[in-house]
């Protein structure tokens, strides 16, 4: 898997836990489901931050780095 495959798939990652965040919600009303979206909540967050991090990498850069080193 190459970077740019890497960035997609955790944005990918993000959009589906925050579908079944929403789902949850909605679907499952009165059995714990604040309790539980915001557990998911939390985790997405996690993921998004992951992936706001990822997209500041640089391919370029990175190679640029490894270059000099040599």
Same mark, same amino acid.
């Given at each position: &898997?190459? !970077?740019? +495959?890497?960035?997609?798939? &955790?944005? $990918? @990652? *993000?959009? +589906? !836990?925050?579908?079944? +965040?929403?789902?949850?919600?909605?679907?499952?009303?009165?059995?714990? +489901?604040?309790?539980?979206?915001?557990?998911?909540?939390? @985790?997405?967050?996690?993921?998004?931050? *992951?992936?706001?991090?990822?997209?500041?990498? $640089?391919?370029? !850069? @990175?190679?640029? !780095?490894?270059?000099?080193?040599?």
């Amino acid at each position: &898997m190459n !970077l740019e +495959e890497c960035k997609r798939e &955790m944005h $990918s @990652i *993000v959009r +589906e !836990l925050s579908d079944i +965040e929403w789902g949850v919600r909605r679907d499952f009303t009165g059995i714990g +489901e604040q309790l539980c979206g915001n557990c998911i909540d939390k @985790i997405v967050s996690k993921y998004e931050y *992951v992936a706001r991090e990822l997209d500041k990498v $640089s391919y370029n !850069l @990175i190679a640029s !780095l490894i270059n000099s080193n040599e």
